[in-house]
């Protein structure tokens, strides 16, 4: 690449949840506005609370239309940014109950690329390719270690050299090297992190009270990829 690239995965802001924390989603604002011109939104899913009569009515502050056009108000100055729109897990209430594809509307809203499962992208500057991986996740772990050598396991039969993953809103990024005939390659993976305040889900099922937190990917022109993590207590 002839100039550095910073990637933003973004997910897991649960807007209209009573946890919702804008002020630190704020910060993530000012922090990708602050970056070079060369950089890229992936949306990984769970941007809205969307709630059902079984589940999370008594916690939402905000109607499922009243948080879609928010949402859409808050990134709308950033659209032609965002490359890909994931769905995740709350989203796909609305298919499941009111068959309503919430997640192709904000997709479309935004002009972005949509899917209801996970994408692979490509980047390409000159003679350079970076593929990305993308998906909002399935899996929940008790500790951020197992968490990521359960996305690195099932990361095996994807070819990309970033894989991306929000759901268990751990903010963490690693990477490994993998040998092969002549060069072997360098392989990374991120969690995303998350943008809600309250403890109660995590403390109910005895899971580390994480931090609001997103990332910052940096790509230089070598592919090599480095992330700055953003924390709530050390921002605000």
């Known amino acids: 690449m002839s100039k550095k690239l910073y990637i933003f995965p973004l997910s897991d ?41 079984r589940i999370d009515s008594y916690y939402t502050i905000m109607s499922t239309h009243d948080a ?12 032609d940014y965002i490359r890909w729109v ?15 594809d919430i997640t192709k509307q904000i997709a479309s809203r935004l002009d972005a690329q949509y899917t209801r499962s996970d994408f692979f992208d490509k980047i390409v500057e000159g003679d350079k ?12 772990s008790k500790n951020s270690n197992l968490a990521m050598n359960n996305f690195i396991r099932d990361m095996a039969d994807i070819d990309a050299t970033l894989h991306m993953q929000g759901h268990n809103h751990y903010c963490e990024f690693m990477s490994n090297y ?3 005939y ?40 070598n592919l090599h990829i480095d992330a700055k993590k953003f924390y709530r207590d050390e921002v605000l």
């Not at 879609?68 to 659209?79: A, D, G």
């Open 129 to 140: 390719e970076l593929v990305i991986y993308g998906k909002h996740g399935t899996k929940v």
């Open 182 to 221: 002549g060069d072997g390659k360098r392989r990374y993976y991120a969690f995303t992190g998350h943008f809600l305040k309250y403890e109660g889900y995590a403390r109910n099922k005895g899971l580390p009270l994480s931090q609001p937190s997103f990332l910052r990917l940096t790509v230089d022109n």
């Open 86 to 100: 994931c769905t995740g897990n709350h989203e796909a209430r609305s298919l499941k109950d009111f068959n309503y």
């Open 13 to 53: 802001l649960h807007l209209g949840s009573k946890g919702c924390d804008l002020d630190f989603f704020n910060v993530w604002r000012k922090t990708f506005e602050k970056a070079p011109e060369n950089k890229a939104i992936y949306i990984l899913g769970d941007m809205l609370e969307f709630p059902t009569t």
């Open 68 to 79: 879609l056009e928010r949402l859409i108000e808050l990134l709308e100055p950033y659209k």
């Open 178 to 180: 993998q040998r092969g």
